[in-house]
């Protein structure tokens, strides 16, 4: 079982945890629940766990979810950013900077990206709000796609998240941060979910950095 951080170690060789990720189907029945790793109570919505077998987790439920909520925090960004101009994201400043540290510092970096009036009106939204209404800067990139494509981003991300290591050690995730690495890596990992046996598992974790 990989449900521990010793195990994760010695079978992945990653450093992490369980993160409860993962929608528990609704119909769980009592001498199911054993076969969820770290399956969380809750008082309203669905349950969550770290994973199991697909049969027992409502992914179809967690992609509905998810494509819904960003769909709703487009139309919030939409509103926020009325009136700016198209901003350049983030990974293009990261991208520059990571090819000439001391021609072109973090500091630099960060600067020229915050002075765009775009950005600025998404930052001073955050600043003045709290809780589940703050806007990710760095989804900028796919925020100014359209809501579809933002919407369909976060369905898929909710159930490949950043990086995927399949049964065989192969291990998916995009090339860079810019949304067309992210896409392909998506489409990949969204692919190779969907061949999966329902007796499959699935672990999400969380991980470490040192």
Request: hydrophobic share 40%.
């Amino acid at each position: 079982m990989l449900d521990s951080t010793r195990n994760l170690e010695r079978h992945l060789g990653v450093t992490g945890a369980g993160c409860p990720q993962y929608w528990a189907i609704a119909a769980l029945r009592l001498w199911q629940r054993g076969q969820l790793i770290d399956l969380r109570p809750a008082k309203t919505g669905p349950r969550q766990c770290a994973g199991g077998p697909i049969r027992l987790l409502d992914l179809a439920g967690m992609r509905h979810g998810a494509y819904v909520g960003a769909s709703v925090r487009h139309q919030h960004w939409t509103h926020v950013v009325a009136g700016t101009r198209p901003a350049i994201p983030w990974p293009a400043f990261l991208q520059r900077h990571l090819s000439d540290p001391s021609g072109y510092p973090m500091d630099t970096a960060t600067g020229e990206f915050h002075r765009q009036p775009r950005v600025q009106a998404m930052r001073m939204h955050n600043a003045a709000s709290h809780g589940p209404s703050q806007l990710d800067l760095g989804d900028l990139e796919m925020f100014q796609a359209g809501a579809a494509a933002y919407a369909n981003y976060h369905a898929l991300w909710a159930l490949c998240t950043d990086a995927l290591l399949t049964e065989t050690g192969d291990r998916m995730q995009p090339a860079s941060g810019f949304f067309a690495d992210r896409i392909t890596y998506l489409e990949k990992a969204a692919r190779h979910l969907d061949s999966l046996d329902e007796d499959q598992r699935l672990f999400a974790i969380d991980l470490h950095h040192t």
